[in-house]
């Protein structure tokens, strides 16, 4: 393990997951905001972590399995925070949790074997479109506890729309494709532990 910069960046991603969870579901206005603040800071270390590997070559195995899995820690807290709120059915975080947890494992797998899994263009676009709603969904809520210029009962009205019930159910569903889509591309890592054994 090489704790270069785009890891720490990583690191300092994953670490926070906890830590906005527990600070979004105190319920306090304050808090709340605080933990808007650092789901945005954690959010952008991903845009970081990722140049400063091609920049300054840093790119390496254990980097290329703690970078996404950061993101997922980071989506993950989020999404259950939205579940303690009503704002995403729990049938939904359960779906896509089990696409996580498959997809890390089948990574471990494939990191044991000597051949890393490099994360697809359909991976980078769910987990972009998992962040951009989130992020949505924080800015109305900091600006509910922040700003008055637009009522606080209407902010909640969109943030309870049909609109978010349909997003989240296409981030679901294409997050249900990308695993199918993993499954398929590296299925010969089963075969070759199944022969092995």
């Not at 303690?84 to 939904?92: E, S």
């Not at 896509?96 to 947890?101: F, K, Q, S």
């Not at 044991?112 to 994360?119: H, N, R, V, Y």
């Amino acid at each position: 393990m090489k704790f270069n910069l785009p890891n720490l960046v990583s690191f300092f991603r994953l670490f926070s997951a906890p830590f906005f969870y527990v600070l979004f579901t105190s319920f306090d206005k304050s808090t709340v905001s605080l933990a808007c603040i650092l789901y945005f800071v954690a959010a952008s270390t991903d845009i970081l972590d990722g140049w400063a590997a091609r920049r300054f070559g840093y790119s390496t195995r254990f980097g290329e399995f703690i970078d996404p899995l950061a993101d997922k820690f980071l989506t993950t807290f989020a999404f259950l925070s939205f579940v303690n709120l009503n704002i995403m059915p729990i049938w939904m975080f359960a779906i896509i949790l089990l696409r996580d947890t498959l997809s890390t494992i089948l990574r471990i797998i494939a990191l044991a074997k000597g051949s890393p899994i490099k994360t697809s263009k359909e991976a980078k676009m769910k987990t972009t479109a998992q962040m951009i709603f989130i992020a949505y969904i924080l800015v109305l809520i900091f600006a509910k506890y922040n700003f008055h210029i637009i009522p606080a009962a209407l902010i909640d009205k969109i943030i309870y729309s049909w609109i978010t019930f349909v997003f989240l159910l296409l981030i679901t569903l294409y997050s249900v494709w990308t695993i199918l889509n993993y499954i398929i591309q590296y299925k010969n890592l089963f075969k070759q532990e199944h022969l092995s054994n």
